[in-house]
């Protein structure tokens, strides 16, 4: 399946000015916000039970990217984070390993260290993150320094204050460039930190203009302010996603970040994401949860499933 | 007709029309009053087999969702001063004070006590609460100390809470022994998950609005009602429990639960006859406390040895 840049030849002269862009990007239909919340709510009330539980809940774990994203970092939380990765479970080795650990880039190094031969991704955040208000050159220089350290995947964050202001093609140019110094070597998640876009609409085109641009990922939120992922908001990128595919080919993948902290939630999200985009998705390559207490809540559940037994937090790591 | 018969019969109307206000019968989880997650409700009788409310059934996931609530306030109530505790515990026995004549009520439909009987219970109970406030900040020095040791040390024991208690209340006593079986769990630090008397739940979660209006903070006492068996098994497998207390268990139900209960090493308290109405002696609070024995240097080693 592709993952690069899209090719996108029906849409190629939307991006040839920042008139263009933007009256692409307004000729979007407009979104029902009532819709698009009770369709997330309706979609929220489904029962899965037993078998499907377990496969959804070995789903999830094998999407969570997790993330320890503060200033407090050391080394040594980051390498126990990275054995958590690989053995979410060690009393249980039939646990999936979570798709990535999420780390700054300084500490890039010691997370490839830490999860080395078990298959597991390091992503790195980049750009000036969580605010993203650093000069082009320092972005981008973020960008190279965590490739250069073996950065798996790179989570970008895009100027939301150009994207408010209107300035489609400065972010747009931004996204082109952070794709190109990541290279062949990593993949892309554009972050649009959607509690700071207010609209519905500004969501829409945002995951577009990050579409057009090159991302592999698009995801929600940095975890860092008040509104981070919910459904409604992750169900209108997940349309997104898919109307995006039917019109260029280009499979782009979604990640939802920070607030998912419950088994049910996470559940609800890949309800989500069958209906929505399809079962392609249903595939770290392409879905991942952003999250970090998610992950013990998700183990919890599953060793209840197997023993009968509520289990607590006294059976899971502190992270 | 007058307009004065008129009005007269009018206002005799409107009396006898007024329609019945009936209690909703809730759950007592977090501090919250939600009804069961499962939907579902019981229908509870009075001693004579009239019909008094419906009470909600709950299910395991209300259990599982009472021990989060536990849990939860776990660390601020075991942290809280005991003096503090103190107060809160007084602080019940004010608001039940209050509201007795609705208690006398209660307790009298549901154990078919004569009302004087019924305020007797209800008195006893209000004692009750007052005598383990008393106790909160007194229990450390009674089971506690100061170990002899043979070394410049300080060797200190101190009771710790144990955690998360499910508890059990008594079948028949449903209101003293209810008390009779929650403050001592609760005075030392310990949180708890009650399950109410099956037959007569209505005390109990009427006790709940009481602890929510007086200083309990929400999640220290949960109050689940419905089948004691079905919400006890999965409570006592339950891996976040560290307690249960068996009083309103029968034989055979204790002895399946407290198998269920030795997988995470659970404390557990074994059913037994007692009178509510005794003295209850201190056996309720040791039953879920640990001791925590820590040395300490006494700091007066000098060059020329221990002071000792």
Not at chain 1, 67 to 81: F, I, M, N, Q, S
Request: proline share 4%; charged share 20%; hydrophobic share 45%.
């Amino acid at each position: 399946m592709p993952t690069t840049a899209p090719t996108a030849h029906a849409l190629s002269d939307v991006t040839a000015s920042d008139s263009t862009l933007s009256r692409f990007l307004h000729g979007l239909p407009g979104v029902d916000a009532v819709g698009l919340e009770a369709r997330a709510a309706s979609l929220g009330t489904r029962s899965i039970k037993t078998t499907a539980k377990a496969y959804a809940i070995d789903l999830a774990i094998s999407m969570v990217d997790l993330t320890t994203l503060e200033g407090a970092d050391t080394p040594g939380k980051v390498r126990a984070l990275g054995a958590k990765a690989v053995h979410p479970d060690p009393t249980d080795r039939t646990t999936p390993t979570t798709a990535a650990v999420c780390v700054y880039p300084d500490m890039v190094a010691v997370a490839k260290e830490a999860v080395a031969g078990s298959g597991v991704k390091v992503a790195s955040v980049a750009t000036a993150f969580p605010a993203g208000r650093a000069a082009l050159d320092v972005k981008l220089a973020d960008v190279r320094d965590a490739v250069a350290a073996g950065a798996d995947e790179i989570d970008m964050v895009i100027d939301r204050g150009a994207f408010l202001a209107g300035k489609y093609l400065k972010v747009y140019d931004e996204i082109v460039a952070v794709k190109e110094a990541c290279g062949t070597s990593a993949r892309l998640k554009v972050i649009f930190e959607t509690g700071e876009l207010s609209t519905y609409d500004n969501i829409r085109r945002a995951s577009w203009v990050g579409m057009l641009a090159g991302a592999d990922f698009i995801k929600t939120s940095t975890g860092k302010v008040a509104v981070n992922a919910t459904p409604a908001n992750t169900l209108l990128m997940l349309e997104a996603v898919r109307d995006f595919r039917a019109q260029t080919g280009t499979q782009v993948g979604v990640k939802p970040a920070g607030g998912i902290r419950t088994t049910k939630d996470a559940i609800k999200f890949l309800v989500l994401v069958n209906e929505t985009a399809g079962e392609d998705w249903l595939d770290n390559h392409w879905f991942r949860f952003g999250a970090s207490s998610l992950l013990n809540d998700l183990l919890m559940q599953r060793q209840k499933l197997a023993t009968g037994r509520y289990s607590g937090p006294d059976y899971v790591t502190v992270d | 007709m007058s307009t004065a018969e008129k009005t007269e019969k009018a206002e005799k109307t409107e009396k006898t029309e007024r329609l019945s206000v009936f209690k909703t019968y809730k759950l007592y989880v977090g501090g919250k009053f939600p009804r069961s997650e499962s939907g579902r409700v019981y229908e509870v009788s009075d001693s004579k087999g009239n019909w008094l409310a419906n009470a909600p059934q709950s299910s395991r996931k209300d259990a599982r969702d009472a021990v989060v609530a536990a849990r939860k306030a776990f660390g601020g109530w075991a942290g809280a001063t005991a003096y503090n505790r103190g107060q809160v515990l007084y602080r019940v026995a004010e608001m039940l004070e209050g509201r007795r004549e609705q208690f006398v009520r209660e307790v009298a439909d549901a154990e078919g006590l004569s009302r004087p009987k019924a305020a007797a219970v209800v008195d006893a109970a209000v004692d009750r609460w007052v005598w383990y406030a008393g106790w909160t900040d007194k229990i450390a020095q009674v089971i506690g100390g100061a170990n002899p040791v043979a070394g410049p040390y300080f060797n200190l024991s101190s009771p710790e809470p144990t955690g998360v208690v499910a508890v059990l209340a008594p079948q028949q006593s449903s209101f003293l022994g209810l008390v009779s079986v929650v403050a001592p769990v609760i005075a030392t630090g310990n949180t708890a998950v009650v399950i109410a008397s099956e037959k007569a739940p209505l005390p109990a979660l009427s006790l709940g609005e009481v602890l929510a209006t007086s200083d309990v903070p929400g999640g220290v006492v949960n109050v689940l009602s419905g089948r004691t068996a079905e919400i006890a098994a999965p409570l006592a497998a339950h891996q976040d429990v560290n307690a249960i207390d068996l009083a309103g268990a029968d034989e055979a139900l204790a002895r399946e639960l407290e198998i269920a209960a030795a997988d995470n090493l659970k404390r557990v308290l074994r059913p037994q006859g007692v009178d509510y109405f005794e003295t209850p002696g201190i056996d309720r609070m040791t039953a879920f406390l640990e001791t925590k024995t820590v040395w300490h240097p006494t700091g007066s080693l000098g060059a020329s040895g221990s002071s000792y």
